[in-house]
């Protein structure tokens, strides 16, 4: 008969999560009170509160992970990047034994700095999903002494795990030289956002190292976010062309969809007069028309990645605090296809 019982074990004997029993026999967190007396009562029967509450307390482990989400875009967790990313990451932590809970700046009437939550609310350490690497509460946050990874925020002591966005440009470069496409230009969501920054360089430094001369209006960006603003300056942009493109790279599925519209509005054939892809290869790029060529990136591997570094950096095991790029692949579809 087994005489030491895990905090694992109790968990699994009760159908809840190995937080949910730190909580309680911590004394912190929201648990319902029907699920505290059944915890507590069944830690006293397999003797786990006398043998193991003190090594728990000792360890401060509360087998809880938060998650910065600064929406600075405001797409929310319905985007199906960021969603597909934190869906992973959920997963992989539960088998795990943790739980996931958000951080917030203001809950109610009350408003804390990231630290200050995560600090209230005990966690092992901090996913930042996205933000602005500019915002001094995130800069507080990984400057703290609690462990953070991030899937969008790059900067030194900050361990980042991305797609290589330069990988992608480039992929997409030769893939329309490959088409004999030469007039190449680009939209981009606001450079605000990292990724959308990196992908404007990529672009740049690809013309550069292919030889192909910039024109007039060969890239634009959007302030705004979503279908309703990358269509409105989309219309704006084609109605300033001097020469047309014959193949135009939007930096994110959404943007290729709007720009897509846009250019059919103004009686512009895709991809029969200009080819356009994307990135990022959400769902709705098989299904759009025409289907979009893209850049897909791996969402379950940024996520998996992310959660598994997360978690060396809890156990304070060695790890080099850096940015890991992961790679990403061309996926081809209609949208550049030669009819």
């Known amino acids: 008969?087994?005489?030491?019982?895990?905090?694992?074990?109790?968990?699994?004997d009760l159908q809840v999560s190995p937080g949910t029993v730190s909580k309680v026999l911590n004394g912190k967190g929201n648990v319902t009170e029907e699920t505290r007396v059944r915890i507590v009562n069944r830690a006293k029967e397999l003797g786990y509160v006398a043998s193991h509450s003190a090594r728990i307390l000792k360890a401060k482990h509360s087998w809880t992970i938060g998650v910065v989400f600064s929406d600075i875009a405001l797409f929310g967790l319905e985007h199906p990047f960021f969603g597909s990313i934190i869906?992973?990451?959920?997963?992989?932590?539960?088998?795990?034994?943790?739980?996931?809970?958000f951080i917030p700046k203001r809950l109610g009437d009350q408003e804390q700095t990231y630290l200050q939550w995560a600090k209230n609310k005990n966690v092992d350490g901090v996913l930042i999903l996205t933000g602005d690497l500019?915002?001094?509460?995130?800069?507080e946050l990984t400057q703290s002494d609690i462990p953070c990874v991030s899937t969008d925020i790059a900067m030194p002591g900050l361990t980042t795990v991305i797609s290589d966005d330069a990988q992608g440009i480039e992929l997409m470069f030769h893939h329309f030289l490959h088409l004999?496409?030469?007039?190449?230009?680009?939209?981009?969501?606001?450079?605000?956002?990292?990724?959308?920054?990196?992908?404007?360089?990529?672009?740049?430094k690809a013309l550069h190292d292919h030889g192909i001369a910039r024109s007039a209006n060969d890239y634009i960006s959007s302030d705004g976010y979503g279908y309703q603003a990358?269509?409105?300056?989309?219309?704006?942009?084609?109605?300033?062309?001097?020469?047309?493109?014959?193949?135009?790279?939007?930096?994110?599925?959404?943007?290729?969809?709007?720009l897509i519209r846009a250019l059919h509005d103004q009686g512009i054939r895709v991809p029969e007069d200009i080819m356009v892809s994307g990135y990022d290869d959400i769902q709705f790029a098989t299904l759009f028309t025409p289907s979009l060529t893209t850049i897909k990136q791996n969402k379950r591997l940024i996520a998996e990645t992310a959660a598994t570094y997360l978690l060396?950096?809890?156990?304070?095991?060695?790890?080099?605090?850096?940015?890991?790029?992961?790679?990403?692949?061309?996926?081809?579809r209609h949208s550049t296809s030669r009819g």
């Open 180 to 204: 004999h496409r030469k007039r190449i230009y680009a939209m981009s969501g606001s450079t605000l956002s990292r990724a959308y920054q990196q992908r404007t360089i990529a672009f740049e």
């Open 87 to 101: 869906q992973a990451f959920k997963n992989f932590i539960e088998e795990q034994g943790y739980e996931m809970v």
């Open 1 to 12: 008969m087994k005489t030491k019982f895990t905090i694992h074990d109790l968990a699994a």
């Open 230 to 258: 990358y269509y409105d300056v989309a219309t704006r942009w084609i109605k300033q062309w001097k020469t047309r493109p014959d193949a135009i790279m939007a930096f994110s599925d959404d943007i290729a969809m709007a």
């Open 134 to 139: 500019n915002d001094p509460e995130i800069i």
């Open 312 to 332: 060396q950096l809890i156990a304070d095991n060695p790890l080099e605090k850096k940015l890991y790029k992961i790679p990403v692949v061309l996926v081809p």
